[in-house]
Every structure is written in C-alpha cells, then in structure tokens.
T-cell receptor
Framework: AQSVTQPDIHITVSEGASLELRCNYS??????LFWYVQSPGQGLQLLLK??????LVQGIKGFEAEFKRSQSSFNLRKPSVHWSDAAEYFC?????????????FGDGTTLTVKP | GAVVSQHPSWVICKSGTSVKIECRSL??????MFWYRQFPKQSLMLMAT?????????EQGVEKDKFLINHASLTLSTLTVTSAHPEDSSFYIC????????????FGQGTRLTVV
C-alpha cells in the first residue's frame, strides 16, 4: 500500500529565509509524486509533480522538489520565502495504471512566515 | 485545460436532511472521479472512486448508504450526503481523471458542508 509521511507538522521561517519541507513516501514502484498548497478555507493548488526523468522538478511560485529514490524522499524547497507562502502544504503519492489519479496524502505541514 | 468544478462551494443544511454536491469536468471526459473528505486541520482522506457507468468503490469505513455517489456521465459525478448530521460537517473535494492526460487527476475547488 502506498503511504506518505510528512515529519514536520509545523514549520516557522522568517521572510526571505530558505525553506525545506520534508516528504517520505512508500510505494512499490516508481511513484508519481505531488506537492500541493492549501490556504485556509480554500482548495488545493498544485505546486509541482514528478512522474519520471529529471529528479529535480521546478514548480510554480519559485518552488522546486528533488526526488531521491535511495531515500524515498521528495522534499520541497524554496530559496527565499515570502509572507504569502504561509499555508498548509501537502505531499501526495499517486497510483499508476488502473488506479491512476488515486492519491494518498501526507498529514500536511503548516508553514508560518515571520516578518 | 483539465478544469474541474464543484458546486456548491459551500452549503449549510439542517440535521437530518440530504445534500448533493456536484463535480464536473469542464473540458475533458472524466472516466474516473475520486471523492475526498477533509476535516479541519487534517489531511485529505479518500472516500470513494467512481468510474463512469459503474458503481462506486468505497474505502474501508465509509458508509456507502450514507454517501451516495453517482457517476452517470463522463462529465458529472455527484456525492449525496444523506440524513446529514453535524459530524458530517467537512470539506469535500473531488478530483477527476480522463481525456488525454490519464496519469493524474485534477482537483475541484472543494465544498464546505456545515450541518446544523
């Protein structure tokens, strides 16, 4: 069964500082991996995704993530955080083939940005 | 492309009544749709998977008689919460897969249900 672990429930960073949100997954094959952001009361916005190929993935809003098979990780990074990045971040693993589109989410990481 | 729309965005209903949530794929044919539930400050949990023209497959612990899912067309799936109670208050999100891009699903904006 597929699963996702986001070890950090809450992270606080200062505006302008760098950010790394951790994500570890469990999946039987090469996974489809996603990062989403959710503002309070809002739906999900896709930041980036990994299916195959280059293990460093660029996304929207200046985010990037690196797939490391040996560590079963897909950590999200941003070099300089803006106050508007404060939100909930979810890592997800997606199934393949007949179950494609079926996603398992981590518990989320709440990002607080200090001025 | 790949736009999924949910309606309504929020709804308040009285305890004991039923409420229907629609999930539409606007620019592609969704062969499969997924319904998730998110309680406050929690993650998204898959409730069920529906394939067009077939009965939905429910995840363990989800009451199929309470959460009725219909996927009668390639662009519309509905979730009906029957005899709603305050504990059913939650954020319900659908996603849809199909068309040219068949490796991932695209999410609707979610529906906030409050049962009073």
């Amino acid at each position: 069964a597929q699963s996702v672990t986001q070890p950090d429930i809450h992270i606080t960073v200062s505006e302008g500082a760098s950010l790394e949100l951790r994500c570890n997954y469990s999946y039987g094959a090469t996974p489809y991996l996603f990062w989403y952001v959710q503002s309070p009361g809002q739906g999900l916005q896709l930041l980036l995704k990994y299916f195959s190929g280059d293990t460093l993935v660029q996304g929207i809003k200046g985010f990037e993530a690196e797939f490391k098979r040996s560590q079963s990780s897909f950590n999200l990074r941003k070099p300089s955080v803006h106050w508007s990045d404060a939100a909930e971040y979810f890592c997800a693993v997606g199934a393949h083939n007949t179950n494609a589109g079926k996603s398992t989410f981590g518990d989320g990481t709440t990002l607080t940005v200090k001025p | 492309g790949a736009v999924v729309s949910q309606h309504p965005s929020w709804v308040i209903c009285k305890s004991g009544t039923s409420v229907k949530i629609e999930c539409r794929s606007l620019d592609f044919q969704a062969t499969t749709m997924f319904w998730y539930r998110q309680f406050p400050k929690q993650s998204l949990m898959l409730m069920a998977t529906s394939n067009e023209g077939s009965k939905a497959t429910y995840e363990q612990g989800v009451e199929k008689d309470k959460f009725l899912i219909n996927h009668a067309s390639l662009t519309l799936s509905t979730l009906t919460v029957t005899s709603a109670h305050p504990e059913d208050s939650s954020f319900y999100i659908c996603s849809a897969r199909g068309g040219v891009i068949n490796t991932e699903a695209f999410f609707g904006q979610g529906t906030r249900l409050t049962v009073v």
